[in-house]
């Protein structure tokens, strides 16, 4: 497929899951993000909200697991419709094949450099990947999707072979089963759980919940929070879902 010409995509200074700190002793917190390619708020959240815990220091305290089926339907005969059409299946099943092709969302490893001083090398994996899809989806440009390999510098034939040979429909199927048994059900997406936790209307407010769940010392990033997660402090998600029920064309 060939991609029109795009301006740069900004660089995001994405550090990493490190498990050389306290972090690892203490238990990371689990986040999961069960969402879909081209809502648009879903788009919106990975980008501008999620990103953030990569530059923050709250990555250092996540596990962190992408979900991309959100609201599509398995019938059945085992087809899959997704809620913005067949272009959402392809990307979802094609963030699926980089999920499940590089399992860390981004790695930092400390290498030995000329000077016999280890540094921090960032080899990227499938959340930068994941972010330049739906940054693309966000400006209307998600048809350019193939230009993430050379900004990310991944190769492309994993995921296209991924894709193509059906592995990616049936990596699809796994992630509908598993969406489909949360309980309480999925109302909308993103959907967001921490630690087990379904933050529901309140996932906006999930730095807070992953702050207020760690038991080791917790990142800067997270000491400046009111951390007491009470209904009068609920962060207000308004109208940013995508809701379950609506099938669009």
Not at 173 to 183: M, V
Not at 224 to 241: M, P, Y
Request: aromatic letters at 10%.
């Amino acid at each position: 497929m060939a991609s029109p010409t795009l301006l740069p995509l900004p660089v995001v200074p994405f550090l990493v899951l490190l498990c050389f700190s306290p972090a690892c002793a203490a238990g990371r917190v689990a986040v999961s993000v069960y969402y879909e390619t081209l809502c648009p708020f879903c788009s919106g959240f990975i980008v501008n909200d999620l990103a953030r815990i990569f530059h923050n220091g709250v990555s250092s305290i996540v596990d962190l697991r992408l979900v991309p089926f959100g609201n599509g339907r398995v019938s059945v005969d085992g087809s899959i419709t997704c809620q913005h059409g067949e272009g959402e299946c392809q990307l979802n099943a094609i963030e699926a094949c980089a999920i499940r092709l590089w399992p860390d969302p981004v790695i930092l490893t400390p290498v030995l450099n000329s000077s016999s001083i280890y540094v921090n090398v960032l080899f990227e994996q499938h959340f930068p990947f994941i972010h330049c899809v739906e940054h693309l989806a966000l400006t209307r440009k998600w048809d350019a999707w193939q230009s993430c390999f050379q900004d990310t510098g991944l190769s492309s034939e994993p995921v296209i072979d991924c894709y193509n040979s059906g592995y990616g429909r049936q990596l699809e199927l796994k992630y509908a089963a598993e969406t489909n048994a949360l309980q309480p059900p999925h109302q909308f997406v993103p959907w967001v759980a921490v630690n087990g936790k379904l933050l529901a209307d309140d996932y906006m407010n999930f730095e807070a919940y992953i702050c207020s769940a760690y038991d080791g010392e917790l990142p800067e990033a997270c000491k400046g929070k009111h951390l007491a997660i009470a209904e009068h402090t609920r962060a207000s998600r308004g109208d940013k879902v995508c809701l379950a029920s609506k099938i669009m064309s």
